[in-house]
């Protein structure tokens, strides 16, 4: 027998802990802690009936092992009831979650035992939920009755959920001969292919979408996918929990949730990125990508035979068709779950959500914070800017940015050149900015940013630029160079 041969056995060995390495996605050693709360919570998903539950926390990161840890307190998934004594006990129960993430296979089990339990997910206030606790997450869901089972998954608004695809540790092989290289490698890209396998079968069983799915597996260990927006957790099935009611909803709110039913039931007809663009492009009536194009149409109010208000939107093309009535007992629809999260614009942040719901019982919007932060004069490019907030709608800001005093080398601008002119939705500032060229004139594309971030003297906002020809055509869109990053540096 030939030596090679012979070696086959010992990276297989090696293999076996590396396995692990390739599917885990933290590196705490502890073990999660299970036990009963004695808090409770009110859960509303959609397609179930509304009502106080029980708490059972997983709390802290997950290894092997959790899985018996978990089934332990919870019992046997075909059993509805846990072996918690509550002091108030309800019909139903929750999994509360706060982790950093561990063991992914781990999850995977968990996961699919609490999907066969009916057993929901939550995280709590401030709660996180990261990396394979993500995976425990999107594994929640309630028994409707005949065997069947809905998604339960609910993400307090203040709460972080963060995905990103699993890893190895290239440490792992600095010790390994280099003639066993070839086999690990052959075979940690057996082992990737089959872990991708196992999270996909997983995914379909648990009913996430595929382009989640596609978003957890694109991002790489050392950055989260983190589910922070209202289209987010619209698009993908998360209940949110803690954010004010609306009780009388305008024709313009139904618009807006009229609006958002269609991007999120448009997960696998585009990508995210598209349904992005068209979310922003949309609500604030910007251009959308060519052959995006939807247009929503109120085609009229009734009333029905019942005393109830019902509104009826159309739209062309792909977008959606939406029935709403509402009643003394609030809104419904007939092909969609109405929330207050609804008629919020879907690139909101949820904490921008809610506030702009509370904002909403004063019927006012306080500007004041955005003009003491903007106020004074910026850099941009060599140019002195400044910023014009007005009141707009509840929950808007009308913003401009204007040329104080230009450049030498724009010195054909007058002082007052509008460079950008939008709106800022929470902390979010969305609009249109203008490339000036003499020849061809100014034309106008889509930017967005945050107004807060970690640099409180730095504003930017980004987007694909055009790039003209020198027929003045649009040639091409670019996602580098000045025009894709507005920075204003502010001025001292």
Known sequence: MSGKPQNRKRPFNILTVFTFCIIGMSTELSAAEVKCSAEEIFIDVPLYVPEWVNIIQVHGPIREGDFEQIRDVLGEPTAHFTNCEFANARPGFVVELNSQGGDLLEALKIGSYLRRKGAGTYIPPSGECLSSCAVIFMGGSRHTGDATFVPSRTLHYSGKLGFHSPFTDASELSGLPSKNLEYVVVNAYEAAINIAAKIIVYALQTEWSSGLVQRMLDTPKSDLFVIDTVDKVGRWGISVYGLPAIEKPSEEDLYVACKNFGFWGADSRRTVDEADDLIAGDILEFHYPEGMESTLTFLHRELSDGGHTIFRFTSEFDGPECVFTISDHGVSSDSFPFSSLSVVPGYNTLIDAYSMLERRKTGKVDNSEYIRFLDGKWIHN?????????????????????????????RHLPAGTVLFSGRIHGT?????????NRKCGPIEYLVQGDIFGADRDRVVLSGSAPKRGGDCKIREWVSTGPNTNLVFERLR
């Open 428 to 436: 979010r500032m969305v609009g249109n900015a203008k490339i000036f």
């Open 382 to 410: 060599g140019s002195i800017m400044k910023f014009y907030i007005s009141e707009g709608s509840i929950g808007v800001n009308d913003v401009s940015i204007t040329y104080y005093e230009p450049k030498p080398q724009l």
